[in-house]
């Protein structure tokens, strides 16, 4: 929802699908920029406003998008009524900026489109018991609209974004990254939570808890987009790995020298934990000498904070020193084609070797493995990687 024109492309594209005989909801975002803008202007008013006046605040923004796309709709011939999340009663708990949706009266919807009206929902907001305004967290959207599909039961859930699908890799560092077809619930969650930003996760979540085909389009281009989906008994298929994330979102911390003796690992990350900081990846050296080196990640927007909590452990442990890093990244490969397929490891460590890309932590899943590698080497390690799993062979134009 770019701007005014872009709302009445919106419009056009929803009277089609009408024409067509499809009954619609339709969820809308805020124009592009407005939350953002709204937040900063909350930054102005207070140095930490409630969590309940922000969502007062940022609700506005898709209160405008629906009231407008309603018009342009019933000025097209098309009925339309619009709805705030709290008016179609999409019930959350009271947790504000980051509310989970508990219950969906999807009955006065259903009253509307048996009238032949399309229903236009504000996305990212709801109403707690109170009656307090609620949202959803940033992208928030997205999982309105799969926890209407699911209420409604309706057929797809499509998502208009602007990318025309869920790609092999960011085509910003891989020029020929191919669309997927489609792609497993479970892989796109690994790929969203490993820093590919097309959907907001807890829509993924939901979407494959209620098994809600997805679908990825792009708002203003023709094509089939990606679809998400649940894996194909059809195996033979499959591609062995779907896709390549990556991220620059974390840091690296080491402590060396700490004795190897039960209970080290607990001292070291326990206050890591109560500074309510988040561990991603572990790893322990076998000991030498009765002692070893301790290195984990987080956030890179922690780094600073963990490293005093670390040499605070470091000191009580009598720990030879502490080691930081914030200039890493994370590549993964995601596929579900791996948990039939040995050998997987092996040709990811031989492309990166190729390179000369020197390997700092591995961690994997049934489904994933990822590498922390130096920062100025990403680019190079997704390309040669994108290329070692004949990524540019998938065609697009299945499905
Ligand atoms: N407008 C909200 C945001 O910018 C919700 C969304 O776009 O999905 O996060
Ligand atoms: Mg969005």
Redesign the pocket.
Known sequence: MGTVERIQAVADKIKGFRDRGDDIVVVV??M?G???RLIAMADQMQGRPTPREMDVL?ST??QVTIALLSMALNERGCPARSYTGGQVRIRTDNSHMKARIKKIDEEHMRADLTAGRVVVVA??QGMDEEGNIT??????????AVALAAALKADECQIYTDVDGVYTTDPRVVDNARRLPRITFEEMLEMASLGSKIL?IRSVEFAGKYNVPLRVLHSFQEGPGTLITFEDDNEMEDPLISGIAFNRDEAKLTVKGVPDIPGVASKILGPISRANIEVDMIIQNVAVDKTTDFTFTVHRNDFQHSMEVLQETAKELGARETLGDNKIAKVSIVGVGMRSHAGVASTMFDALAAEGINIQVISTSEIKISVVIAEKYLELAVRALHSAFELDQITSDTE
């Open positions: 975002s805020a592009s407005e939350t953002n940022v923004g898709e996305g990212f949202t959803l967290g940033r992208g928030g959207s997205d999982t309105t907001q």
